[in-house]
């Protein structure tokens, strides 16, 4: 079973600190990694995308590889209430296109 | 960036009708779609893999007479709920892959809200 595991939430920031979100997969072989969020009613927009160890930065938006741990995470700095949304975590596991999504983590960007 | 469209974005029907939901990829051709069900407040299910040119791959669960899928161009994969009843009634979201390798990337349509009456 290839899983993706994220914290549900809620979590709470006030407006202007860093957002860190989380996630953990199982499968060692995984080649690449997304962020989506997803807005109350809306469908997932892709955030980022890394398949690199290290840090890919974009904006505010920041993500991080470990392979060797078999995690990835999302930092949003300067948080806006506007980022208040679920981020959905996915991974590509190897030799498939489906990816495999975590359940998301609920932030909310207090004013 | 890539642009998936669904049509219709919202749709009503009546209990025992069929409804057919259009994803195109605007942009860019895509050999696989993938369609997925997300209830209020629960995460995305995948309901099937759409191939272009060949019959779509159904997820554990889900009938596959009752959701027909076809993909017939490299930009065009259709959903058709049949004989559609009230449990029915989700959001219904398309994606389509596009890049190659470790960069190949999904892109999610905005999603069609069925009720079923």
């Known amino acids: 079973q290839k899983e993706v595991e994220q914290n549900s939430g809620p979590l709470s920031v006030p407006e202007g600190a860093i957002a860190s979100l989380n996630c953990t997969y199982s499968d060692r072989g995984s080649q690449s990694f997304f962020w989506y969020r997803q807005y109350s009613g809306k469908s997932p927009e892709l955030i980022m995308f890394?398949?690199?160890?290290g840090d890919k930065e974009d904006g505010r938006f920041t993500a991080q590889l470990n392979k060797a741990s078999q995690y990835v995470s999302l930092l949003i700095r300067d948080s806006q209430p506007s980022d208040s949304a679920t981020y959905l975590c996915a991974v590509n596991p190897t030799g498939f296109q489906k990816l495999v999504f975590g359940t998301g983590t609920r932030l909310l960007v207090s004013p | 960036g890539a642009v998936v469209s669904q049509h219709p974005s919202w749709v009503i029907c009546k209990s025992g009708t069929s409804v057919k939901i259009e994803c195109r990829s605007l942009?860019?051709?895509?050999?696989?779609m993938f369609w997925y069900r997300q209830f209020p407040k629960q995460s995305l299910m995948l309901m099937a893999t759409s191939n272009e040119g060949s019959k779509a791959t159904y997820e554990q669960g889900v009938e596959k007479d009752k959701f027909l899928i076809n993909h017939a161009s490299l930009t065009l994969s259709t959903l058709t709920v049949t004989s559609a009843h009230p449990e029915d009634s989700s959001f219904y979201i398309c994606?389509?892959?596009?890049?190659?390798?470790?960069?190949?990337?999904?892109?999610f349509g905005p999603g069609t809200r069925l009720l079923v009456l």
């Open positions: 994606s389509a892959y596009t890049g190659t390798g470790v960069q190949e990337t999904q892109y």
């Open positions: 942009d860019f051709q895509a050999t696989t």
């Open positions: 890394i398949y690199s160890n």
